[in-house]
C-alpha cells in the first residue's frame, strides 16, 4: 500500500539551529515527491518537486533531497518566520492516477 | 503565476443550511480542480476531482448529493455542502495543477466551516 511518513510530528527550535525534517514513502513507482509549506489557516504553498533518487532541490534555507526511501528537507539557520507545518506527498505512476498521498505533517516551531 | 484563488476565506451557517464555496485559477487555465478537506492533526483527505464541462470524481466515502460540484468555466469550480451539519465543520481547500508540463498543485487559502 502506498504511504508516506513524517518525522518528527513536532519540532522546535531556536533560531539559526539547523535541523532536518523526514519524510518516509514506499509507492509503486514514483512519479514526484512534493514539500509543501502550511501555515495555520492557510492552504499549502508549493516548496519543491523532486523526481528521482540523488535529487537536490534549494529556495533560501530549505533544501530538500531525495533517496529511493525516503527525502530529508534541511533547514539551515532557520528563522521564526519559517515555523510552520511543512507536508510531504507523493505521486505514484500508476496509470493516470495523479492522486497525491499526504504525510501528516511536521510542525516546526523556531523560537526568536 | 498559478495562483488559486478560494472564498469564502470562512463562513458561519446554520443546521440545514446550504453553503458555497468558490475556487478560482486567476490566471491559468484549470480543467480539473480537487478539492480537499482537512481536519486538525490529520492530512489532506481528497474528496472529489473537479472536471470542466462533465461530472465531478467522487472519493469512497464522500457522498455526491451532500458535496455537490460544479466546473462551469476553465478558472471556476464550486463545492455546496447541501443541507450542512455540524460535522461537516472543517477546513475546505481547493487547488489546480499549473499551466506547465509536470506542475504541482497550487492551492487556495482554504475555507473554514462552521456549522452551528
Known amino acids: 500500500e502506498d504511504q508516506v511518513t513524517q518525522s518528527p510530528e513536532a519540532l522546535r527550535l531556536q533560531e539559526g539551529e539547523s535541523s532536518s525534517l523526514n519524510c518516509s514513502y514506499t509507492?509503486?513507482?514514483?512519479?514526484?515527491l512534493f514539500w509543501y509549506r502550511q501555515d495555520p489557516g492557510k492552504g499549502p504553498e508549493f516548496l519543491f518537486t523532486?523526481?528521482?533518487?540523488?535529487e537536490e532541490k534549494e529556495k533560501e534555507r530549505l533544501k530538500a533531497t531525495l533517496t529511493k526511501k525516503e527525502s530529508f528537507l534541511h533547514i539551515t539557520a532557520p528563522k521564526p518566520e519559517d515555523s510552520a507545518t511543512y507536508l510531504c506527498?507523493?505521486?505514484?505512476?500508476?496509470?493516470?492516477?495523479?492522486?497525491?498521498?499526504w504525510g501528516l505533517g511536521t510542525s516546526l516551531a523556531v523560537n526568536p | 503565476g498559478a495562483v488559486v484563488s478560494q472564498h469564502p476565506s470562512r463562513v458561519i451557517c446554520k443546521s440545514g443550511t446550504s453553503v458555497k464555496i468558490e475556487c478560482r485559477s486567476l490566471?491559468?487555465?484549470?480543467?480539473?480542480m480537487f478539492w480537499y478537506r482537512q481536519f486538525p492533526k490529520q492530512s489532506l483527505m481528497l474528496m472529489a476531482t473537479?472536471?470542466?464541462?462533465?461530472?465531478?470524481?467522487?472519493e469512497q466515502g464522500v457522498e455526491k448529493d451532500k458535496f455537490l460540484i460544479n466546473h462551469a468555466s476553465l478558472t471556476l469550480s464550486t463545492l455546496t455542502v447541501t443541507s450542512a451539519h455540524p460535522e461537516d465543520s472543517s477546513f475546505y481547500i481547493c487547488?489546480?495543477?499549473?499551466?506547465?508540463?509536470?506542475?504541482?498543485?497550487?492551492f487556495g487559502n482554504g475555507t473554514r466551516l462552521t456549522v452551528t
Open positions: 509507492v509503486s513507482g514514483l512519479r514526484g
Open positions: 487547488s489546480a495543477r499549473g499551466p506547465a508540463h509536470n506542475s504541482p498543485l497550487h
Open positions: 506527498a507523493v505521486q505514484a505512476k500508476a496509470g493516470n492516477n495523479r492522486k497525491l498521498i
Open positions: 490566471d491559468f487555465q484549470a480543467t480539473t
Open positions: 473537479s472536471n470542466e464541462g462533465s461530472k465531478a470524481t467522487y
Open positions: 523532486l523526481y528521482s533518487a540523488g
